[in-house]
């Protein structure tokens, strides 16, 4: 996570200034740096991440993915909480609470999603997402090696989200090899759950590079907006 932080602003200080072939529309001034970042990222999938995450899918039982995934979704829920509570979301809050509770108890440590069986929906918050509901702007669209996706203002917030996480703050035996087993693992269901998707956009897309832009954006308009319409996007009648 230090790692991302460290990454996230080095980029940053490395393309201010030397911006290039602007892109105002698709608010990407970094456009052929972000290329060939991503152009790096993708040889580095297709070779390490895409056959390590088969690999998991065709060895690991879907119900042992689904623990997994389970389990690093509940360590991320004081995040959320804290992020919930940041945006004055208290309905939403009360529900990672009582899902934090429910699933790391009945749940066996969040194996098991007990929490979505009582009709506790689930929802993730970041950082990021509080800056945007505050009214701070993403800034310009980059790609970060290893990363992906990503603008200043999500850089920033996956900086602050490791100040919110408690288990930044915890004391244990091999904290470091505990750490960086759970990013490792939170790349791994990320990329599994993600196989099929990602082939097919690279299948369909003249540009997969700008359509992978575009999803991010709207994936993150989206979180931002808890689901709801974009209301500038709803027809006058």
Avoid at 5 to 34: H, K, M, Y
């Amino acid at each position: 996570m230090h790692l991302r932080i460290f990454t996230s602003v080095l980029l940053v200080l490395s393309l201010t200034g030397c911006a290039t072939n602007p892109n105002p529309e698709a608010n990407d001034p970094f456009e052929p740096t972000n290329r060939a970042i991503f152009d790096a990222n993708d040889a580095l999938d297709k070779a390490i991440a895409l056959p390590i995450a088969k690999a998991y899918v065709d060895v690991v039982p879907e119900f042992a993915r689904t623990g997994v995934h389970n389990f690093l979704s509940n360590l991320n829920l004081p995040v959320t909480f804290a992020n919930d509570v940041l945006q004055g979301e208290v309905d939403r809050a009360g529900q990672t609470l009582a899902r934090l509770a429910i699933n790391s108890t009945i749940g066996i440590g969040g194996l098991i999603d007990v929490g979505t069986d009582l009709d506790i929906p689930a929802h993730t918050e970041d950082f990021g997402q509080t800056l945007a509901v505050w009214g701070v702007e993403e800034g310009p669209y980059l790609m970060l090696p290893f990363f992906g996706p990503s603008n200043p203002r999500d850089g920033i917030g996956m900086g602050v989200d490791i100040f919110l996480d408690p288990l930044t703050y915890a004391k244990y035996n091999d904290k470091a090899f505990w750490s960086a087993l759970r990013f490792g693992g939170e790349v791994l269901d990320a990329r599994s759950r993600n196989i099929d998707a990602l082939d097919a956009v690279e299948r369909s897309a003249v540009d997969y590079y700008a359509a992978l832009r575009s999803l991010y954006r709207q994936q993150r308009e989206n979180e931002i907006r808890n689901g709801k319409p974009n209301p500038q996007a709803l027809p006058d009648f």
